[in-house]
């Protein structure tokens, strides 16, 4: 199987877009902000944070991002029954969008157990080099250039060792 590239091919990413949007446009004509803010920045949420623990570089991070996300998930769920017994969405626009945050949800539950067991533990991100570690490692190229020079047998022009 192959490794998957870029958040934007994970499955669960894909459906928390559709989920977003859909509410978007459920809420567009509604008078009340408060509530289509919460709504919307949980949808949004949970494609974020799928989005945002994709890039993190560890396993660790990842998983407490899609855990966030499935958490944002149940919220969209809650608020939809409050938009539904308030009179802000019909039966039929209530299910439909129920039913598509409860899929992300499994889809976040099943990719979560899949991350888990897997053996890939994430691209680490690098520790950054202090200004003295930087300065000497700008010293040292620029010295292999200059060796470079009287030795090309065991320096390239750039400052990198033949082998």
Known sequence: MA????FEDLLAWQKARELTCEVYKAFRACRDGGFTDQIQRASVSVL?????GFESGTRDMFLN????????AGEVRAQLYVAYDVGYLNLETFKSLKLKAEECSKLLSTFIKGVKSSPHQGLQ???????LERDTADFMLESRKELSKTLPHIYNRDGT???
Request: proline share 0%; hydrophobic share 30%.
């Open 3 to 6: 490794t998957v590239q870029r």
């Open 48 to 52: 974020s944070n799928i989005a945002e």
């Open 65 to 72: 991002y899609l855990y966030i996300a499935k958490g944002s």
């Open 125 to 131: 991100r690098k520790r950054e080099m202090s200004k």
């Open 161 to 163: 060792q033949k082998i």
